[in-house]
């Protein structure tokens, strides 16, 4: 039999890895006053229980300004029996254990910071991702930052995690001392880049001292920074030969700092699309490379190794989103993965808001204890209406509980609106959702009825014991002069492709409908990826005029906002991508605007105060939804228990869909 590349066993400085799936650091928001909780104890417990051969927690604080109390502690011999309860929790169900440790540097903020201290960073430069100044480190500092490294790796060792992990990149301390955006120094940490690669030079050798000759090190660096004036791939390279003299044994490679204006982790981004990095460091060293960044499909891992792209493939939201992924992989079940759809809805975006992270896809994340699905002691026949995301995340819940479900779609397939939101360009990822979570209703033993419109007739019929209703929402009508004109369409019907535009288009609403509705047709008439590749290394056009090409379609789009922000419903982490593709895309956006009469080939409107008449031949409503709930008082009028979820309870977010469909069917 073939061995699968994926499951081959690997050693890092004697340490033996069972496969080739590593569990990469990232922060959770799990812990309180920088103590390991139960609840990040579980949630890594699981990932390791459910196959990863590597796992690794963090980022874990090297001293008082690194961090937060939000984020794991490792400044202080306190923080010792919490970590060997995580690292514990991880060996004893499978896996190696590793931590990552690191300095925020000027990421930091100071109202998080013990005692309201400003960040601190190698000069005193702007930061734009916090809005703040941070103080310069004088050179003792640097110093007994160098040392605070070595102090919280030696915790590490004793608290029985199997090797230490130093965060060298995403614009933290460590890459700003490398970079001379960053680093304006003129002492012996500042200057060429050989005085800036000193920092993290002299952390590896002070790491490997505190640990000891036989203790695996790794450093996760970038493959490339990409910011302007940065370090680029190529010095990266030569950074990591020097991180490898000095004492690293293998090398787990990112990509951009929290700055970059490159996306580096959302739906948009290809899968693999940062393969080239690792591979050309892999050249370059001769000791284990780790490659990272939207791997989240068990095929293209493999695919990857086989390549010799990379020796190990970092799988960090794609564990998130499905811990049972290297089970699933090894037992030939790979239809049944769940993937990570790069959203960032329950990551990211918890981040931004201070919460912890979850999963729109894996309501359990974050809550393995809490939402455990137990068996029912009273089965129900549950029929429910409406296959979207809501209805699919009941009726599997509930039918694994012990439920007899039968589910009824007045469409052709599954999916609802994730059918939908999959077609803007960058979002196929949610077409992926739609069929994962169909193909958890089918191996869950739900009833499926498509092309159904239920009535009262067939809820006789069925006789249920409860009835739940996930039957969506429908677009918004907004009571404008002319809405009833043939030129004005429904975004969800252009996105369906079931109408024709003109060359001229005004779409109302700059929400994510919207918005996405604007980029879907600005991009028609643009080259498919495989004919951009034709024309670019057969040279068939320059560089930068295929740049052009690649974004400015065949269409005359322009955007209307009420208010005078778009994309307010947006995600922080996807919002600016989708800001820069309406620009580099030529979307004409106009904010603080109202369509006052739309008329057959223009719309008249209102711009802060001033009447303006827009030229267009087709206008495309996406203002909004309301939520479609024609059955819950027929039914109720009937005698039989009605929920509601999902949009048909109140428009919300897929996030909120997939959640409160898993609890309904937790808990009914």
């Excluded at 869950?444 to 419109?453: A, F, I, M």
Aim: hydrophobic share 40%.
């Amino acid at each position: 039999m073939k061995t699968d590349p994926l499951f081959m066993p690997i050693k890092i400085k004697g340490v033996e890895i069972k496969n080739r799936i590593y569990m990469p650091a990232m922060h959770l928001n799990m812990v309180e006053d920088y103590k390991i909780t139960d609840r990040i104890v579980d949630f890594y417990a699981e990932r390791a229980r459910g196959g990863a051969g590597v796992v690794v927690p963090g980022y874990a604080t090297v001293n008082i300004t690194a961090g937060n109390p939000m984020i794991i502690g490792a400044h202080k011999d306190e923080f010792i029996a919490g970590l060997g309860r995580l690292a514990g929790a991880i060996k004893g169900n499978g896996a190696v254990a590793g931590l990552q440790i690191n300095h925020s540097g000027r990421y930091n903020v100071s109202f998080l910071i013990e005692g309201n201290r400003p960040a601190v960073a190698p000069s005193a430069v702007m930061s734009r991702f916090t809005r703040e100044m941070p103080r310069e480190l004088t050179p003792d500092e640097v110093k007994e930052t160098i040392a605070d490294f070595a102090g919280a790796a030696a915790r590490t060792k004793e608290a029985g995690f199997d090797f230490v992990e130093v965060l060298s990149g995403a614009g933290y301390l460590i890459s700003e001392f490398l970079s001379e955006i960053t680093n304006k120094r003129e002492d012996e940490w500042g200057g060429d880049f050989e005085n800036r690669m000193r920092f993290g030079i002299e952390i590896a050798r002070a790491v490997r001292k505190a640990v000891g000759n036989d203790y695996p090190v790794l450093f996760r660096i970038n493959g490339n920074d990409f910011m302007e004036g940065g370090i680029g791939r190529e010095r990266t390279k030569i950074y990591a030969k020097r991180l490898i003299e000095n004492g690293v044994d293998a090398l787990c490679v990112n990509m951009g700092w929290h700055e970059t204006r490159v996306p580096t982790i959302v739906t948009e981004v290809p899968r693999g699309a940062f393969n080239y990095l690792p591979a050309g460091i892999k050249r370059e060293v001769d000791v284990p490379v780790i490659a990272s960044h939207r791997i989240n499909d068990p095929g293209l891992a493999r695919e990857m190794l086989t390549d010799g792209i990379c020796d190990m493939v970092a799988m960090g939201r794609a564990l998130i989103a499905d811990p049972q992924l290297p089970m699933k992989a090894r037992g030939g079940k790979e239809e049944s993965i769940v993937h990570c759809i790069g959203c960032a809805q329950g990551c990211f975006d918890h981040l931004f808001e201070m919460r912890a992270v979850e999963c729109l896809v894996n309501p359990l994340a974050g809550h393995e204890r809490e939402r455990a699905v137990e068996e029912t002691k009273e089965p129900k026949r549950i029929m429910i209406v409406g296959g979207g995301a809501a209805g699919m995340a009941a009726a599997t819940v509930a039918s694994r509980r012990g439920h007899s479900v039968s589910l009824f779609e007045m469409g052709a397939k599954l999916g609802g609106q994730l059918n939908i939101a999959g077609v803007p360009p960058g979002r196929g990822e949610f077409i992926t959702l739609s069929h994962d979570l169909a193909g958890e209703v089918g191996r869950s033993g739900v009833s499926v009825s498509l092309n159904v419109t239920v009535d009262e007739d067939i809820v006789r019929r069925e006789n249920p014991d409860l009835v739940i209703l996930a039957t969506g929402a429908r677009p918004m009508i907004l009571n404008i002069l002319g809405a009833d004109l043939p030129n004005v369409v429904q975004a969800w019907d252009v996105l369906s492709d079931n109408i024709r535009t003109g060359e001229k288009i005004l779409v109302i609403g700059g929400g994510a409908v919207g918005t996405e509705t604007a980029l879907f047709l600005a991009g028609k008439g643009t080259p498919s990826p495989e004919a951009l590749r034709f024309l670019l290394i057969k040279g068939a056009e320059p560089a930068e005029d295929l740049r052009e090409i690649a974004v400015r379609g065949v269409k005359d789009v322009a955007l209307i906002e009420m208010l005078d922000r778009v994309g307010s419903d947006i995600g922080k982490s996807t919002r600016w991508g989708i800001l820069q593709e309406l620009e580099r895309s030529g979307v004409n956006v106009m904010k603080g605007a109202k369509a006052v009469e739309i008329k057959k080939t223009s719309v008249i409107v209102d711009v802060s105060g001033e009447l303006k008449e827009i030229p267009a031949d087709t206008v495309v409503m996406a203002a909004g939804s309301v939520p479609e709930n024609p059955l819950d008082d027929k039914i109720k009028a009937m005698g039989i228990p009605v929920e509601v979820v999902g949009d048909a309870g109140g428009v919300a977010k897929a996030f909120e869909a997939v959640h409160n469909g898993f609890e309904l069917g937790r808990t009914v």
